[in-house]
């Protein structure tokens, strides 16, 4: 039986506080009672600490009561993504070679959530630090779709996509170095965004520090918004943080009526899945019938897998060279495999790529200079069977580049969205992938919530059956 708070958005659970229609404490017990019932099913956390969510709430509890309310995430739950560092809970990343200690440090992500009252029940299961596209690793074994529990949440942010899309908590925080947030968002029915490159601070230094982003995964871009705007902003830790006056992530400046929009069901390279692509062009047909001229652009690039998997994989690869060397069998043996090739590369070779991705950012900015929005799939399938690592039919892609579309927008560093657009024949959702120019967030944020408001597939919620 959900918990009776299962699949409220953050402003409903805030707005119930605040009228004091049930405490922080009470929205607690009841979540943890709707845990132990979706835990063994799922498989959504590595680490969980209800103790510390149960003083949080408390805590929470006191400040409603005396009028002093921090923030619309005051006493609601949510959970931290493994690649993420929480202040007295390890940080294992997916992986049997890194320690089972407590960090001595908050992300800022974490620690503006804190400021804010968010009560943090604990760390979210990810793939072996966020090398595959899918939710399984060697440390937590295989992490489930609640749409269908025999299929992959994606990955790497598995777990946070699956207890959010369980209804278990209306917001999490995950990672997106190549496509994280958005690959779970699109196979679990969710809003998944990563902003632009800076805008959510990230320390301790990632393994892949000119990639990696933080975003949320939620029901809504309403919701979206809301986290961003707690996350968001400098931090003197991350030198790549954006420096100056923080957007309005709400996108009341901005009307999405004036957008200029592109779509491309291929990028120019891809592959995609019939039933996706059709859900995915009837999706941009409903956008034009918002009132919005939409453009197709067939041709945009050219796939720059190559690219990525060098910045990445030599990343993590000289992160764990220290295991790769002298206990390899610690590693997922895909990822194992995928790191040594990526630290065999020679200087000049990895300085030529480095080169060609300012070539390729220079392009992808002057293609920003005609359109505010590029629309594709986010993905080119829908959810596959857990534990595989490619999907069926991409038996020639990595255990990254069959998401076709995510990665390429890592290298640039824009923001990027996936959106809920509809179901396939077998039950399983559909994504539709939003990106914007360089610091524009809000124009997704305004597209993505004026697409909700006139269509209800982010309303839809998971049977939690098994095919």
Same mark, same amino acid.
């Given at each position: 039986?959900?918990?009776?708070?299962?699949?409220?958005?953050?402003?409903?659970?805030?707005?119930?506080?605040?009228?004091?229609?049930?405490?922080? /404490?009470?929205?607690?017990?009841?979540?943890?009672? $709707?845990?132990?019932?979706?835990?063994? !099913?799922?498989?959504?956390?590595?680490?969980?600490?209800?103790?510390?969510?149960?003083?949080?709430?408390?805590?929470?509890?006191?400040?409603?009561?005396?009028?002093?309310?921090?923030?619309?995430?005051?006493?609601?739950?949510?959970?931290?993504?493994?690649?993420?560092?929480?202040?007295?809970?390890?940080?294992?990343?997916?992986?049997?070679?890194?320690?089972?200690?407590?960090?001595?440090?908050?992300?800022?992500?974490?620690?503006?959530?804190?400021?804010? @009252?968010?009560?943090?029940?604990?760390?979210?299961?990810?793939?072996?630090?966020?090398?595959?596209?899918?939710?399984?690793?060697?440390?937590? @074994?295989?992490?489930?779709?609640?749409?269908?529990?025999?299929?992959?949440?994606?990955?790497?942010?598995?777990?946070?996509?699956?207890?959010?899309?369980?209804?278990?908590?209306?917001?999490?925080?995950?990672?997106?170095?190549?496509? #994280?947030?958005?690959?779970?968002?699109?196979?679990?029915?969710?809003?998944?965004? !990563?902003?632009?490159?800076?805008?959510?601070?990230?320390?301790? /230094?990632?393994?892949?520090?000119?990639?990696?982003?933080?975003?949320?995964? +939620?029901?809504?871009?309403?919701?979206?918004?809301?986290?961003?705007?707690?996350?968001?902003?400098?931090?003197?830790?991350?030198?790549?943080?954006?420096? %100056?006056?923080?957007?309005?992530? #709400?996108?009341?400046?901005?009307?999405?009526?004036?957008?200029?929009?592109?779509?491309?069901?291929?990028?120019?390279? %891809?592959?995609?899945?019939?039933?996706?692509?059709?859900?995915?062009?009837?999706?941009?047909?409903?956008?034009?019938?918002?009132?919005?001229?939409?453009?197709?652009?067939?041709?945009?690039?050219?796939?720059?897998?190559?690219?990525?998997?060098?910045?990445?994989?030599? %990343?993590? @690869? /000289?992160?764990?060279?220290? +295991?790769?060397?002298?206990?390899?069998?610690?590693?997922?043996?895909?990822?194992?495999?995928? *790191?040594?090739?990526?630290?065999?590369?020679?200087?000049?070779?990895?300085?030529?790529?480095?080169?060609?991705?300012?070539?390729?950012?220079?392009?992808?900015?002057?293609?920003?200079?005609?359109?505010?929005?590029?629309?594709?799939?986010?993905?080119?399938?829908?959810?596959? !069977?857990?534990?595989?690592?490619?999907?069926?039919?991409?038996?020639?892609?990595?255990?990254?580049?069959?998401?076709?579309?995510?990665?390429?927008?890592?290298? /640039?560093?824009?923001?990027?969205?996936?959106?809920?657009?509809?179901?396939?024949?077998?039950?399983?959702?559909?994504?539709?992938?939003?990106?914007?120019?360089? $610091?524009?967030?809000?124009?997704? *944020?305004?597209?993505?919530?004026?697409?909700?408001?006139?269509?209800?597939? $982010?309303?839809?919620?998971?049977?939690? $059956?098994?095919?």
């Amino acid at each position: 039986m959900a918990s009776e708070f299962a699949f409220k958005t953050i402003r409903e659970l805030s707005n119930g506080l605040s009228r004091k229609e049930y405490s922080p /404490t009470e929205l607690l017990a009841s979540i943890r009672a $709707h845990y132990e019932q979706l835990e063994p !099913k799922l498989n959504m956390f590595v680490h969980v600490d209800f103790e510390l969510a149960q003083r949080q709430a408390a805590a929470s509890e006191a400040r409603i009561m005396n009028g002093s309310t921090l923030s619309e995430l005051d006493g609601i739950p949510t959970s931290i993504k493994d690649l993420i560092a929480v202040k007295g809970m390890p940080m294992r990343a997916g992986s049997r070679a890194t320690p089972d200690q407590p960090q001595t440090v908050d992300a800022p992500s974490v620690e503006r959530l804190r400021n804010a @009252g968010a009560v943090i029940l604990g760390k979210s299961t990810t793939s072996e630090f966020g090398c595959k596209a899918v939710g399984d690793s060697v440390l937590t @074994g295989i992490t489930r779709n609640p749409w269908d529990t025999a299929r992959t949440p994606g990955g790497s942010s598995c777990g946070a996509a699956a207890m959010v899309a369980a209804g278990l908590v209306p917001y999490a925080l995950g990672t997106d170095g190549g496509g #994280s947030v958005r690959i779970p968002a699109a196979l679990t029915g969710l809003f998944g965004i !990563k902003a632009n490159f800076g805008r959510v601070a990230v320390f301790p /230094t990632s393994a892949t520090p000119t990639l990696a982003h933080v975003g949320p995964l +939620t029901h809504t871009a309403e919701d979206a918004s809301i986290v961003l705007s707690t996350i968001a902003g400098y931090d003197r830790r991350d030198p790549f943080t954006v420096v %100056g006056a923080q957007p309005n992530f #709400s996108g009341g400046t901005k009307s999405y009526r004036n957008l200029r929009i592109a779509w491309s069901p291929t990028l120019g390279y %891809g592959r995609v899945d019939p039933e996706v692509l059709q859900l995915t062009e009837q999706a941009v047909k409903h956008i034009e019938r918002l009132g919005l001229n939409v453009d197709l652009v067939d041709q945009v690039m050219e796939d720059p897998i190559d690219m990525w998997t060098a910045e990445f994989y030599a %990343g993590v @690869g /000289t992160r764990l060279n220290n +295991t790769i060397r002298n206990k390899p069998e610690l590693l997922d043996p895909p990822v194992l495999e995928i *790191l040594q090739k990526a630290l065999e590369q020679d200087m000049q070779d990895y300085y030529q790529s480095v080169f060609r991705r300012y070539e390729f950012r220079e392009k992808m900015r002057a293609f920003f200079d005609v359109y505010d929005i590029l629309l594709t799939p986010t993905l080119p399938v829908t959810a596959f !069977k857990a534990g595989l690592d490619v999907p069926p039919g991409y038996e020639d892609k990595n255990i990254v580049s069959w998401a076709t579309f995510t990665y390429p927008f890592n290298l /640039t560093g824009q923001p990027a969205a996936s959106i809920p657009v509809g179901f396939a024949s077998n039950g399983m959702p559909v994504g539709l992938q939003a990106i914007s120019s360089t $610091h524009d967030e809000i124009s997704i *944020l305004a597209l993505a919530h004026a697409y909700q408001k006139s269509s209800k597939y $982010h309303l839809e919620n998971p049977g939690l $059956h098994s095919s």
